[in-house]
């Protein structure tokens, strides 16, 4: 029974909360960075709050981020913040911006080259010096970016995603608020919310899974399963629902890990450039389904006592099994059209070194159960 349990300092969560980003953010620095994405529309998102910031009275400075972060964008940002002399970081935008903040607020204060702290396909050193007071603003519900202590970053040179990874990257201010999800394509609802409902499952299958994330997964399954079709239809309440279940998922995810899901993503999304939540929206019912059959090989009981606890919470059926939780995940995937993984170009030729950048990833440390390269093979052959 030994366990941690670390997030953000401040949690600001509500309908509106948006309204308080000047305050809040005031209360941190002076001078801002502020992260938001590259497009016409995240751009249109963003200016309303920004003009927030500038009545509060903060100068500002801004940089913007096209897609996910690669280590390149991240060397440059750093350099940016610090010859503007900013003393906090605002992020405002979907996961990869977060992220992408994230690491700018760590590496501006940190010497050195983002390869020196990135994992796996870099040094791995840890940060040594306290991030830039960073407040994150997510306008999606999926990753849970906002509580967590990492940034992934794309090697391009590598063609993988890697994390930095810091207790010193935790923000220091963690606001969210449901309606600046209104009015996202429901494409990218399904599948940011469908990477919010595996940063619920794997935790609670985690290897590590531990009572505190325990109680934020059990809570959060529900909300996401069940609210995620209504919330593609823009329904503003389903839009809380899930807010609060990707808030969930990233305290859970931060604590107790995460799974082959996650582990696979990482390569994946290195080598074919799709964005995260759709790898993870395709990946989640076969992975469930591998870990299911692996665990019953192995006699692991305990394992498949979970799935079946997964079974229930997001069916809502008091009698279902791991086997029921796998059909309505891959049944929901189904109706949400979801593409496969063939969609972003990803072929049979790759699978093997895919399968094999998995098994090196640090979210595959903590699935529940051992999966060999074969059966990783067959499970993204099924995605």
Known sequence: M????????????????????????????????????????AARRAEPLLATLTASGLELARLTVA?????????????????????????IGGGSVIDAGKAVAALAVNAGDPLDYLEVVGAGQPLTAPSLPYLALPTTAGTGSEVTRN?????????VKASLRSPHMLPAVALVDPELTHGLPAELTATTGLDALTQ???????????????????????RAARHLRAAC??????????????????????????????????PLGGRCGAPHGAVCAALLAPVM?????????QGLTAVLARYDEVARLVTGEPDAKADDGV??????????????????????????AIAAAGLAASSMKANPVALDEATLVAVIAQA
């Open 2 to 41: 030994n366990f941690e349990f670390a997030t953000a300092q401040r949690i600001v969560f509500g309908a509106g909360s948006a309204g308080r980003l000047g305050a809040l953010a005031g209360e941190l620095g002076h001078r801002a960075l502020v992260v938001h994405g590259a497009s016409a529309a």
């Open 67 to 91: 897609g996910e972060p690669t280590v390149a964008w991240a060397r440059t940002a750093a350099e940016t913040a610090r010859s503007a002399d900013c003393d906090l970081v605002v992020g």
């Open 233 to 266: 239809a823009d329904e503003p309440a389903a839009r809380e629902q899930m807010a609060l279940a990707s808030l969930l998922g990233g305290l859970a995810l931060a604590n107790a890990g995460l799974g082959a899901v996650h582990g696979l993503a990482a």
């Open 327 to 352: 059909a309505f995940v891959a049944e929901l995937v189904r109706d949400l059209r979801v593409p496969t993984l063939a969609h972003w170009g990803v072929t049979a030729a790759e699978l093997p």
């Open 289 to 297: 389904a591998a870990n299911v059959a692996a665990a019953r090989r």
């Open 151 to 159: 940034a992934v970053l794309t090697s391009e040179q590598q063609q």
């Open 200 to 222: 619920l499952i794997e935790p609670l299958t985690s290897a590590r899974a531990q009572p505190l994330t325990d109680a934020l997964c059990r809570d959060g399954i529900p």
